[in-house]
């Protein structure tokens, strides 16, 4: 177990860029080469990887697979979370959102109430605006972690809301009548509570779950209104 978390940690920290060299994985790890090659087979069989002669690839979708396989085979999650980079929370929802027909904005930032603000992913779909915060923590993923996380997000949710008809053009919603916002938290891994006040808390592999029952579920999650 120890062997192939090392592994995955390795993976995650040379494939960030592109393919890295198998070589360079069983060095990193400390590792045997032939070790190695059969536990890279074992990922590969279970799409985590793909193997070519003599490089591995991970996709950014991947990639969070490994991150997650690698907490739950046991690795420190801020050891996985410092080689997991931000970016690829954002860009999974992203991409997830525009494969299912949502004008994406991402970190898309606004001034309300003498106040800056500023909302990881925006996906809107009509009548739909999902304010999206990517958490990408480095302290672990607890209860009282989640209640902050959802509680900050409704409010920024809120806001945006009120702040809505006068950003109306910016995000790009005027042949708009109204809109539905609703504020959702992305993690890396499930946590203890899937809602926080109604919040819904998304692990990022089920983020297609999600957005499928969306539209059917909206107004029985935390949501505010905005009219144009």
Same mark, same amino acid.
């Given at each position: 177990m120890a062997v192939?978390?090392?592994?995955?940690?390795?993976? @995650?920290?040379?494939?960030?860029s592109g393919p890295?060299?198998?070589? @360079?994985?069983a060095r990193?790890?400390?590792?045997?080469?032939?070790?190695?090659?059969?536990? @890279?087979?074992k990922f590969r069989d279970a799409e985590l990887v793909k193997l070519k002669?003599?490089?591995i690839e991970a996709s950014s979708n991947q990639r969070a697979k490994i991150a997650i396989h690698a907490i739950k085979s046991g690795a420190d999650f801020e050891r996985v979370c410092r080689v997991?980079?931000?970016?690829?929370?954002e860009n999974l929802a992203a991409t997830a959102f525009e494969a299912n027909n949502f004008a994406v904005k991402r970190r898309f930032r606004f001034k309300w109430a003498q106040r800056r603000w500023e909302i990881d992913v925006l996906g809107c779909r009509e009548p739909l605006i999902a304010c999206v915060d990517c958490k990408h923590w480095s302290h672990g993923w607890r209860g009282s972690a989640?209640?902050?996380? !959802?509680? !900050?997000?409704?409010?920024?949710t809120k806001v945006l809301a009120e702040a809505l008809p006068s950003l109306q053009k910016e995000i790009g919603l005027i042949q708009w009548r109204q809109a539905t916002l609703i504020p959702v938290v992305l993690s890396l891994v499930p946590g203890p509570l899937k809602f926080y006040n109604k919040v819904p808390i998304v692990p990022i592999l089920q983020i297609q779950n999600f957005l499928n029952e969306l539209p059917a579920h909206a107004t029985a999650l935390a949501h505010f209104r905005a009219y144009f």
């Open positions: 192939e978390r090392n592994i995955l940690i390795s993976i @995650l920290k040379l494939t960030k890295a060299a198998k070589e @360079l994985v990193d790890a400390n590792v045997p080469a032939q070790v190695t090659e059969e536990v @890279l087979k002669d003599r490089t997991l980079e931000w970016i690829e929370f989640i209640r902050k996380a !959802a509680e !900050a997000q409704a409010l920024r």
